[in-house]
């Protein structure tokens, strides 16, 4: 896919987006062809050089940007030329969505193998264990604290999983090698 392709899917816009955040977004968005300094992206882009360097820091980071080093003879100072690494894209995408498929099972897990209360007026919700040791009654404001039901969270998280196992063409039962 061609940097000009990846750069008008809103989905790599938004993941470009949460890496540089919105100073860094402008040099995301702008891969030049070839190898690029610093300065000459805060020039051309109109952008503080250390808005810039940060953001190309972040690419680096994340395996989207490369560098390398020349020192010029005479001064004896260092430039960095940037190349944008876009091709690694997809694959980071599907990294974080990995990601995000773990922690999502991990969290529905905890929630449908726990018993929850909730204090209405302060909005704190606790664990039965936590609840008891309290005499089930909110520390904070000494109402009591009632049985908290979590099945519509479970299912909305059952349903987001089964759609990340779909994209990600993962097995929809979760492997019980694991548990």
């Known amino acids: 896919m061609a940097f000009e ?20 977004m402008p040099v995301a968005a702008a891969p030049p062809d070839g190898e690029v300094t610093d300065e000459e992206l805060a020039e051309e882009l109109g952008l503080e050089l250390n808005d810039v360097r940060r953001a190309l820091f972040i690419l680096y980071e994340n395996d989207l940007a490369s560098y390398r080093r020349l020192r010029d003879e005479d001064s004896g ?20 969505m990995h990601r995000l498929l773990d922690a999502l099972e991990d ?7 726990n018993e929850f209360y909730l204090c209405e007026r302060c909005g704190i919700r606790f664990e039965f264990d936590e609840a008891m040791e309290f ?10 604290v009632e049985s908290m039901e979590n099945t519509r969270l479970v299912d909305a998280m059952d349903e987001r999983i089964a759609k990340l196992r779909d994209e990600l063409n993962v ?7 694991e548990a």
């Open 5 to 24: 392709d990846l750069l008008e899917d809103p989905v790599i816009q938004k993941y470009l987006h949460e890496l540089v955040g919105p100073k860094g």
């Open 77 to 96: 100072w260092l430039t960095y030329l940037w190349t944008f690494k876009y091709e690694n894209i997809p694959e980071k995408l599907e990294e974080e």
């Open 107 to 113: 969290r529905e897990s905890y929630e449908r193998d």
């Open 135 to 144: 005499g089930f009654q909110c520390p904070e404001c000494g109402d009591q």
């Open 171 to 177: 097995d929809h039962e979760r492997e019980d090698a």
